[in-house]
């Protein structure tokens, strides 16, 4: 997947590598990723692509989460974002409310949300098992 150094001077902090994944054209590959470790979105970000290349060294494949999404009246909600709290792990719904994506295994909560209906955040239980999920408006 990459490489990921982390260096310290003083009391500044670099996280440095280079992540092939994240290239968009083949020169992208050889240019370096510097990354404020103070920055929410980039840690998480971090996070995923950490635990996602820890479970391929050690041969584990993540673990496949799959579920519905529907509101109050039982009608399946498209589009819905399902996402993996503190990474940036995301999938949608299809025309059936339905999911199904591969979370890291360090996951402890996903995030269901859709426009006009509030947001719900369940704890990952394992076993991983089929979930049905009610979006209130």
Same mark, same amino acid.
């Given at each position: 997947?990459?490489?990921?150094?982390?260096?310290?001077?003083?009391? *500044? =902090?670099?996280?440095?590598? $280079?992540?092939?994944f994240l290239a968009r054209a083949q020169e992208d590959? $050889? =240019?370096?990723?510097?990354?404020?470790?103070?920055?929410?979105?980039? $840690?998480?970000?971090?996070? @995923? /692509?950490?635990? @996602?290349? /820890?479970?391929?060294?050690?041969?584990?494949?993540?673990?496949?989460?799959?579920?519905?999404?529907? &509101?109050?009246?039982?009608?399946?909600?498209?589009?819905?974002?399902?996402?993996?709290?503190?990474?940036?792990?995301?999938? @949608?719904?299809?025309?059936?409310? *339905?999911?199904?994506?591969?979370?890291?295994? /360090?996951?402890? /909560?996903?995030?269901?949300?859709?426009?006009? @209906?509030?947001?719900?955040?369940?704890?990952?239980?394992?076993?991983?098992?089929?979930?049905?999920?009610?979006? &209130?408006?």
């Amino acid at each position: 997947i990459g490489q990921i150094d982390l260096r310290m001077a003083g009391n *500044e =902090k670099t996280i440095e590598g $280079k992540l092939p994944f994240l290239a968009r054209a083949q020169e992208d590959f $050889k =240019k370096a990723l510097a990354i404020d470790p103070s920055n929410e979105t980039a $840690k998480a970000s971090l996070r @995923y /692509a950490q635990d @996602y290349e /820890a479970a391929v060294r050690k041969g584990i494949n993540p673990n496949e989460q799959k579920g519905v999404v529907r &509101d109050s009246a039982g009608q399946p909600i498209a589009n819905a974002s399902v996402k993996v709290k503190d990474t940036a792990a995301e999938t @949608y719904t299809n025309t059936r409310g *339905e999911f199904k994506f591969e979370i890291p295994q /360090a996951s402890e /909560a996903l995030i269901i949300s859709a426009p006009g @209906y509030q947001s719900k955040e369940l704890p990952v239980v394992r076993p991983l098992k089929p979930i049905n999920v009610v979006l &209130d408006k």
